[in-house]
């Protein structure tokens, strides 16, 4: 049985345990800050011990200790900042944003380390003539031995060149009164972000509506009906409640009828963490102008122009000029397509008497509006569909996708988890060797941060007793079952409803667990860049978009789903239908995530603050990219997690970047078969084994056998143009 987390004390500290899995069940939050204090006292010892060693360093003398002491310190705060996302409480969050800033300090010292940086320059460098200059000593760089860089593996020489490099891009090489102001920036900026975050869960949590007339219900699915009938219960409270989370929001802009009721949850929900929020004491404007203030002197202090040269510093993409052409250059293919979903939406409004004029469909209308031209154009709705996609079918499915394409089995496990809804399962390779091991979190609750991720808990590395084997976290945010008895099982307990997801939920699925197979199935040894350490940015989304293509054939789907009712899988006309709808509007889609994208990019990169604001720089990209037309209220930045709340800050356009990579690969799987294992095998062992071991480039083309080419990507889209 899934166990919750303790409310009893335990001694000694479990996040200081690390000879197995997590220990979820005895971890309070009054252990958290000890936990990181002690940690960083010992890493700090470590690395006096490094500095004052007599001799040179050495991958053994050097490197292991040093990674054991940040891998500790790592897993133990990854533990922290997972509990922090999925089971946010004032006391966690108080613990974690107490712990931050020592732990962030701590980071940045190091990065800053200059007997460090210098043991790290030795490792791929000795002198012929005399002995190498003690590490704790700034030396000029001596020239280059054979013999030494003959010592290190391939994979060890990558990690020692990144850590070169990264030592620089942390500010090792500045005097000591820029590292003491860039070690202040950083930990600014850690709390900002932290604050961020805080302000988007606390406003989110804070909206409700309370619907008293049932008329306004009309439309709406009847397990979202349900589900706001059990949340006005919990309240006490008769009628029906809607909240901002994803499960009561969606549900309700898409189906809905009644205009008033979406416009109060879009207006609530777009105003989110801003000045026209319900308490100004969640607004982020101020936080996002001090975070750009702060990134922006961070890369002037590492001589940078601009964040975004900064951030692109360790990416595919070599310029921000490179990338806003990419994007230009994509909105200019995409554009056309997307004036005409939406000529063709707000004319289906006109039509159908919905509004007098085009002009007058309003941003609360489109989901609604979608829903029913997608309707009347492919005689089939999201909710029927929905029908077919009972969670215990759908993971079934995934599995079995992934079992056949990589070689692996899938099979429940027990551990310590952190609420009753999270499980736990191995991944075995046909030999029946464990290879990693994932947590699965699906389900929305109001102590969790909103979104869908994938984060490590455990990296692979190959330590004195074998290989150290990766866990992963799995994370969404989807509707959980309905509290509906369907009978009673062998003990007489009753037995609720499984949960139903939506096709956009089954791929968001997909799209995470590509990146928990790009964590779990590497064969990397080496820490830094085992699984998905040490990947470029832009490219780490390739193995999670692959899997979404999954989502959208007959041999996958048709194992993959079973009515809630009848108990019948789809129906290979209703399949037919949803492949004729899959590029339904696929032009608005794709220019929405460009907007996003550009934003992104020119804030950090030639955005003035002196001249405009974020708001004004928005508008801007959304005349020129743009489609459906956005309220003047909308303050989409303010709750724009990814870039101010997350690590995409200069690097959102990597989901574009990555769908070429990802969309070119995928037509290798449909050349041979898309569930063929031969292909599979080679994805597993080209991309996904190897980790940051070598350039993203290189493992693409080792897998595709060229340079990636964008004419697939237009094609899964719908928006090939015509020779």
Known sequence: MATTISTTTYEPNPLLDFSGLPRFATILPSHIQPAMKQLIDEANETIAGLSAAAAPPTWQNFVIPLDDAHERLSRAWGIVGHLNGVLNSSEIREAYNGALPAVTQYWTSVSQNLALYNCFKLL??????????????????????PALKAALTAAQRTVVENEVRDFKLGGAELNDEKKARYQTVQEELSTLMSTFNDNVLDATNAFAHLVTDEIELVGLPADAVQAAKEAAQKDNQAGWKFTLHAPSYMPAM????????????????????????????WDNTSVISRMLALRRESARLLGFETFAELSLATKMANTPDEVIAFLIDMAAKAKPFAVNDWTALTAFAVESKYVEQAQDVAAWDVAYLSEKLREQCYE??????????????????????????????????KTDVWHPDARFFDVRNAD??????????????????????????????????????????????????????????????????????????????????????????????ELSISGINGVEWDAVELPSQIME??????????????????????????????????????????????????????????????RATPMQLIADVRAEVAVVPSPAFNRMPNSFGHIFGGGYAAGYYSYKWAEVLSADAYALFEEAGVLSAETGARFRREVLARGGSRPALESFMAFRGRKPESDALLRHNGMKQAA
């Open 124 to 145: 791929l460098q000795t002198t012929t003539s005399t002995p190498p200059t003690h590490p704790s000593t700034p030396a000029p760089t001596p020239a280059p031995t």
């Open 254 to 281: 898409q189906y809905a009828n009644s205009r008033a009721l979406r416009e109060t949850l879009y207006r609530a929900y777009v105003t989110r963490a801003s000045e026209l929020g319900s308490d100004d004491k």
């Open 380 to 413: 089939f709705s999201d909710l029927e569909v929905k029908q077919y996609f009972p969670e215990p079918q759908v993971l079934s499915g995934l599995f079995r996708v992934v079992e056949t394409i990589y070689g692996v089995k899938m099979t429940p496990a």
């Open 432 to 525: 029946g060797g464990l290879v990693g091991q994932f947590y699965l979190d699906l389900y929305a609750r109001d102590a969790k941060r909103g979104g869908a991720w994938m984060d490590d808990a455990i990296n692979r590395r190959r330590v004195a007793s074998g290989v150290q084997h990766p866990v992963a976290f799995l994370t969404c945010n989807f509707s959980p079952p309905a509290v509906v008895s369907v009978g009673r099982n062998s003990d007489g307990r009753h037995l609720d409803a499984p949960a139903l997801f939506t096709h956009d939920e089954v791929i968001t699925l997909f799209h995470e667990f590509g990146h928990g197979l790009h964590q779990l199935l590497t064969e990397v040894d």
């Open 549 to 610: 293509n999954f989502c959208w054939e007959w041999d996958v789907l048709k194992h993959m789903t079973r009515h809630a009712d009848t108990g019948e899988p789809l129906p290979r006309a209703l399949f037919d239908k949803m492949i004729a709808a899959k590029n339904f509007q696929a032009g608005m889609g794709f220019v929405r995530q460009l907007e996003f994208a550009l934003f992104d990019m020119r804030l950090h990169s030639d955005f003035d603050a002196a």
